[in-house]
């Protein structure tokens, strides 16, 4: 009896310290020549390196140039990651500047939190290297305005943000940290999967990151309403914003 309360434990600690995370992960941040560009769509924990969750066709995937939006939703192509539904859309970038690309993913329902998740997520690809344009807001529900350019970053480089809901910075909001691990990083324990902060009075928030890779921030906000469950009850909304952005070691 002793032993399987430790797995149990165990596996609790773990699923508590696993955070979800709408990826949209670019084939790269900046396309110094323009040129095509792939970005993968998975629903999934990157620093556990899953499990991967089914994430059904988006609601809306799109792009902002400038001040010109398009919709690439028609674009979505489905596959399977770790057997889960994932999706791809492509996309070529002609003219120098950033493209903030956006993912606005049908809401999911976790179980074991009783709770739906949205999360509107997005990452910018520089046209160009231009480095212009960089701090472009997308009016999403909950979104992150970046105060650091989110491309040409060093490892060890601080990122910093504001989260906005509705357009208002958001005060002691949470904002969950997480690495896209490639299976080169081993956590000494589930508390190191995913990193915790909080806003300032001013909504903003800093954080190094110490490794080459993508980085996913995450800010969490509760949903104004609730939504109907599978079993026909009402559970509430976490609505999250996210930014990936991508470090890179200095050689």
Known sequence: MQMLWMVVAAFGLSS???????EIIPSDDVLADGGPVTLDLVFTHPMDRGPTMDMAKPEHVGVK???????LTDRLEEHKVDGKSAWRVKDELKEPGA??????????W??????????????????????????????LPVEIEPLTRPTGLWTGNIFTGIVRKDGKP?????VEVEYL??????????????????????????YAMPRAGWWGFAALTEGDEKMKTPDGGMA????????WVKVTDMK
């Open 16 to 22: 508590a310290a696993s955070a979800h995370f709408q």
């Open 65 to 71: 140039q400038g001040k010109t939006v398009t919709d």
């Open 99 to 108: 493209a903030i690309y956006f993912v606005q993913p049908q809401p999911y």
């Open 110 to 139: 976790d179980p074991a939190e009783k709770k739906f998740i949205l999360q509107y997520a997005k990452v910018l690809v520089d046209g160009f290297a231009s480095g212009e344009n960089w701090d472009t807001l997308l009016g």
């Open 170 to 174: 958001v005060p002691n909001a949470k």
């Open 181 to 206: 691990n490639d299976g080169s990083v081993s956590v000494p324990n589930p508390a190191f999967a995913t990193q915790v902060i909080k806003t300032d009075a001013e909504g903003k928030f800093s």
């Open 236 to 243: 509430p909304v976490e609505v999250g914003g996210l930014i």
